[in-house]
């Protein structure tokens, strides 16, 4: 059974501050996406990650994956409030494209403070 | 566009009753996919459907059933509900390896 873990769960930061969210998963795949979901709200999509090594960037969001570590990465740089939601990492293992079957992590609620 | 459409947004049931939750999407999308949403945890998938004409299980199906009338529309079925299914349901469609498209959700009370 695939397991997908975030960490931290929960993550209060200051104006200004880099961190990194991180989701390990327990078998193999290189497809992984990150999402968004602001309260009360829908989830809207971040980054599609397809193969090993790689990484995308929007605006003071970078996330990055390794197949190898079944690990990625979600750095924010310089954090705003407008940043503060909920982050969701979301592994994809099956075969066919248009097929995809995704687990999702339970999420990173994030809060950006003054 | 309006992309992912879900109706009801809201419903409360009782324990026993049935509802139809229905979603349509207007990507020409392929495959579609429902969720649910428990507080404090991640999505996980009900049902899906890679193309017209098929479905398949996901991780939590029991007690659901779906049908994809139509490339446009995937509906959920309750047939008998139970407070055990309250939660959020999201709809989702995509067009195959890329991001799924997600509606504005149902939350649904079972009472």
């Known amino acids: 059974e695939l397991k997908v873990e975030q960490n931290p769960l929960f993550l209060s930061m200051q104006e200004g501050k880099n961190y990194t969210i991180y989701c390990n998963y327990s078998?193999?795949?290189?497809?992984l996406y990150w999402y968004r979901q602001d309260p009360g709200k829908s989830l809207e999509s971040l980054f599609v990650l397809l193969s090993n090594g790689a990484v995308k960037q929007e605006g003071r969001l970078m996330a990055s994956l390794d197949t190898k570590a079944r690990l990625s990465t979600l750095h924010i740089t310089a954090a705003v409030h407008d940043l503060s939601a909920t982050y969701f990492c979301?592994?994809?293992?099956?075969?066919?494209?248009?097929?995809?079957?995704?687990?999702f992590g339970t999420g990173t609620r994030l809060t950006i403070i003054p | 566009n309006a992309g992912v459409t879900q109706t009801p947004k809201f419903q409360v049931l009782k324990t026993g009753q049935s509802m139809t939750l229905q979603c349509a999407q207007d990507m020409n999308h392929n495959s579609m996919y429902w969720y649910r949403q428990d507080p404090g945890m991640g999505l996980r998938l009900i049902y899906y459907s890679a193309s017209e004409g098929t479905t398949d299980k996901g991780e939590v199906p029991n007690g659901y059933n779906v049908s994809r009338l139509n490339k446009r529309e995937f509906s959920l079925r309750l047939e008998s509900a139970a407070p055990s299914q309250t939660s959020v349901y999201f709809c989702?469609?995509?067009?195959?390896?890329?991001?799924?498209?997600f509606g504005p959700g149902t939350r649904l009370t079972v009472t």
């Open positions: 078998t193999t795949s290189d497809r």
């Open positions: 989702a469609s995509s067009s195959g390896a890329t991001r799924q498209y």
């Open positions: 979301a592994v994809d293992i099956s075969l066919n494209f248009g097929n995809e079957k995704l687990t």
